[in-house]
């Protein structure tokens, strides 16, 4: 999608695509991480701040992905529903 110089501009940015994508709807959402658990505690956090979620999940990323993205990597998928 674009490049985002620093980790901490990256993490920032995600946020804000997933407030794009969740467009003021109740979410259910799900972090990945790579051996990085307190930045994705952190994000978390963060989010829930900011965002009206049913729930917030923490995800082990599985090995192989991890072998691809490198360890500390961070991602964040979200669902929004209508009940």
Same mark, same amino acid.
């Given at each position: 999608?674009?490049?985002?110089?620093?980790?901490?501009?990256?993490?920032?940015? !995600? @946020? /804000?695509?997933?407030?794009?994508?969740?467009?003021?709807?109740?979410?259910?959402?799900? @972090?990945? #991480?790579?051996?990085? !658990?307190?930045?994705?505690?952190?994000?978390?956090? *963060?989010?829930?701040?900011? !965002?009206?979620?049913? /729930?917030?999940? &923490?995800?082990?990323?599985?090995?192989? &992905? +991890?072998?691809?993205? +490198? /360890? +500390?990597?961070? +991602? @964040?998928?979200? #669902? *929004?529903?209508?009940?």
């Amino acid at each position: 999608m674009e490049k985002v110089r620093t980790k901490k501009k990256a993490i920032s940015r !995600l @946020i /804000e695509l997933v407030k794009e994508k969740a467009n003021d709807k109740k979410c259910h959402l799900a @972090i990945y #991480h790579a051996q990085a !658990l307190k930045e994705a505690q952190a994000m978390r956090d *963060t989010v829930k701040e900011t !965002l009206d979620c049913y /729930e917030i999940e &923490i995800y082990n990323l599985s090995p192989v &992905i +991890g072998a691809h993205v +490198g /360890e +500390g990597a961070l +991602g @964040i998928s979200v #669902h *929004t529903v209508e009940y």
